[in-house]
């Protein structure tokens, strides 16, 4: 079966300090990988995206995310947290092909808190 | 350049009664998808409609629909509402519905409680 893992419910981190969301995925061939922040009560806000080429990946407010194909995963980073990066985070995938489209593959979430 | 618009933001229905959210997608975006998302099953693919057909459906059953207009807005149905129908419901636009250039942008979503 195709599936998105997210191995951690929770990350814990001081503002200032890295932070890493983890991400591997069991998808056959060759799937776009992205990476969505949702706050309460809201929609997801998209962070960045892998289709192909680098392997890190720079996105929105300061998060890049590195692709590793031979171990499947697709992990978060951010060289320094900040209180407001306190959210809920998600993984995705999406098979190519005609049957696939539209159609994402999501991780159950990872809570990011970053505490003062 | 406006965003996804989601109507209504909540929603309160009772058990065996339908109901019909909208999604206006953000202007030229063909592709609609809608997601449902609860504590226990996360984030679930419903369907996604691209040039008012529907290209791609999820695991639900027939209790939900949807549709998509000539100007690219969809909506979903759903009839006969159970408690467990009681979710936030996404939708996401794109392009092509591939993802690839420009991603998928969300919407806010619709908060619908069933009592």
């Known amino acids: 079966a195709q599936s998105v893992a997210q191995p951690e419910d929770q990350v814990n981190v001081a503002e200032g300090n890295p932070l890493t969301v983890k991400c591997t995925y069991s998808?056959?061939?060759?799937?776009?990988l992205f990476w969505y922040v949702q706050y309460p009560n809201r929609g997801l806000q998209f962070l960045l995206k892998?289709?192909?080429?680098?392997?890190l990946v720079k996105g929105s407010y300061g998060f890049e995310a590195e692709f590793n194909k031979s171990q499947t995963s697709f992990h978060l980073k951010k060289p320094s947290a900040l209180v407001s990066d306190s959210a809920l985070y998600f993984c995705?995938?999406?098979?190519?092909?005609?049957?696939?489209?539209?159609?994402?593959?999501f991780g159950q979430g990872t809570t990011l808190q970053v505490k003062p | 350049k406006a965003g996804v618009t989601q109507t209504p933001r909540y929603l309160i229905k009772t058990r065996g009664q339908q109901v019909t959210l909208s999604c206006s997608p953000i202007?030229?975006?063909?592709?609609v998808s809608w997601y449902q998302q609860t504590p226990g099953q996360g984030l679930q693919f419903l369907f996604e409609?691209?040039?008012?057909?529907?290209?791609n459906k999820g695991n639900f059953p027939g209790r939900f629909s949807g549709r998509q207009f000539s100007n690219s807005r969809s909506e979903m149905n759903v009839s006969t509402l159970e408690l467990g129908d009681s979710a936030l419901y996404l939708c996401?636009?794109?392009?092509?519905?591939?993802?690839?250039?420009?991603?998928?942008?969300f919407g806010s979503g619709t908060r619908l409680t069933i009592v």
């Open positions: 996401a636009s794109s392009p092509d519905g591939t993802g690839g250039n420009y991603g998928y942008t």
């Open positions: 995705a995938v999406r098979r190519l092909g005609s049957g696939n489209t539209g159609k994402l593959i």
């Open positions: 409609y691209f040039s008012e057909t529907q290209r």
């Open positions: 892998y289709i192909t080429g680098d392997n």
């Open positions: 998808v056959s061939g060759n799937p776009y």
């Open positions: 202007s030229g975006h063909r592709s």
